[in-house]
């Protein structure tokens, strides 16, 4: 048995049903998972380590719902920085296509470093190409080492440019082989239990890069297995167009039809839909991983988060791949995502109002969406917030810094408002990950080093 003693935090921020602020608050952590919550005073006095927040806000591990760890390797493409999703998409394709296991591997750490610098504790990741011999295998491994826990979607692209697809056919695999190695992962590394560090997930890349018999097969496949579901949905209007005259259907009929609906799927970016296809997500249960500084990148548009929320639909927030937002920064992307609702508030009137109860979107709301938000899409009910008998993930933030000067009347607020920054602390199931601001489960620099190597190479080798 092991114990961690966390006390006098400046503000404790628990996210649970009854948003409890606490000042000097803290945790008293055993094997992992939180027994007790509350005032300093009240927790025991001893334990095997004892962390003191004094001056810090602490508050729980923020999770990430939709990323693609391997585009760290190809930020600011030049040839991509000013595309939509589309050619953004066939001018990296075969940059891509050159990925070794080692390549995913570390690009793998790289997001994952990132990311727990931003506070994130839970990281759902979509890797759905598999040259040179790569494998689902190799990030798993890789987040191993970093410490995070990890969502493991084994993604797939089996609709190449011959037969109508969007990728070229040297990256899309055969169907038999996807569904053989979607069990192999399932049987190795998929961990149903509370406090799980690695879940796989069946992800089949969008509806413009698989076909409908490989989305209802592993569909299949994954309720056999109790496995989560997920997809890229309805991101841009090139691809509603397409699934038109494709499908003959919208990109959410296309799902209904293919049996994709349920509390076991969630789906990325889902920016164009209607008010009755909101009401299928809200009737069927199905996520939303709303990831606003991509969209904003590529041009896709605003999803509309208000309308989600308002009708029961599950959202959490998603940094998306980094070649489309070119940094995994989770308190970046709760700012962003608060931003963009309110532009969109914006264009469509709802600000301007003069009903009381149309309010734009709160800082605490977008936190909401980077912690509970998360866990719920993702299906888990061991995170997301502080209480007693989940696990003990949480992030704490030094308050006394220039970035919050001036601020601290509303630290939980100052979080989202003022300008993102790295994080003191990440701790996933009472293990440190960042220690007083650095990385204590891999060297920064060397990592930096070795990611910027294999990122020279894969350009170099595809001019």
């Given amino acids: 048995m092991s114990t961690l003693l966390v006390k006098h935090a400046a503000l404790l921020v628990t996210m649970d049903d009854h948003q409890r602020e606490i000042p000097d608050g803290g945790l008293f952590v055993r094997d992992g998972f939180i027994e007790q919550v509350g005032p300093s005073d009240e927790l025991p006095g001893e334990a095997d380590e004892v962390l003191d927040l004094s001056g810090h806000i ?251 929320r308002a009708a029961g639909v599950n959202v959490g927030l998603g940094v998306d791949g980094s070649a489309s937002n070119d940094g995994s920064h989770m308190l970046a992307e709760a700012r962003q995502a608060m931003l963009l609702a309110r532009v969109r508030e914006g264009i469509t009137g709802f600000s301007r109002s003069d009903d009381p109860s149309r309010k734009l979107m709160t800082a605490r709301e977008a936190l909401t969406l980077a912690t509970r938000g998360g866990a719920a899409v993702l299906g888990r009910t061991d995170i997301g917030s502080l209480e007693v008998g989940k696990c003990a993930d949480f992030t704490a933030i030094n308050l006394n810094r220039l970035d919050y000067a001036g601020a601290l009347h509303d630290p939980v607020a100052a979080l989202v408002f003022c300008q993102p920054v790295r994080v003191d602390y990440t701790v996933v199931g009472g293990r440190f990950v960042v220690k007083e601001g650095h990385l204590v489960t891999v060297d920064e620099a060397d990592l930096v080093e070795r990611h910027n190597r294999a990122a020279r190479r894969l350009l170099e080798e595809t001019r």
């Fill in 58 to 308: 602490l508050l729980p591990g923020l999770i990430n719902t939709h990323h693609h760890f391997y585009q760290t390797l190809t930020r600011v493409v030049p040839a991509a920085q000013d595309a939509n999703l589309f050619h953004w998409l066939k001018t990296l394709y075969p940059i891509w296509a050159r990925l070794t296991p080692e390549d995913i591997f570390i690009s793998t750490q790289t997001a994952l470093a990132e990311l727990a610098l931003s506070g994130c504790t839970t990281a759902s990741d979509h890797l759905y190409l598999f040259p040179n011999g790569s494998k689902l295998d190799d990030e798993i491994a890789a987040a191993r080492e970093i410490g995070l826990r990890l969502q493991a979607s084994r993604g797939s692209m089996s609709l190449g440019e011959s037969q109508g697809g969007l990728p070229p056919d040297s990256v899309v695999d055969a169907e038999d082989a996807i569904l053989n190695d979607s069990l192999r992962l399932i049987q190795a590394y998929h961990d149903p239990n509370p406090g799980a560090m690695t879940q796989i997930v069946l992800a089949p890349c969008s509806p413009f890069s698989v076909t409908g018999d490989l989305m209802r097969e592993s569909a299949k496949l994954a309720r056999e297995y109790g496995v989560r579901l997920h997809t890229h949905l309805a991101e841009t209007e090139d691809e509603e167009q397409f699934c038109l005259e494709r499908f003959g259907h919208r990109p959410v009929g296309y799902m209904q039809e293919l049996g994709w609906v349920g509390d076991d799927v969630w789906f990325a970016h889902a920016i164009w839909v209607n008010e009755e296809e909101i009401g299928v997500f809200a009737r069927h249960g199905c996520g939303v991983a709303h990831c606003p500084s991509s969209n904003m990148r590529l041009a896709s548009g605003i999803a509309p988060i208000r309308e989600y």
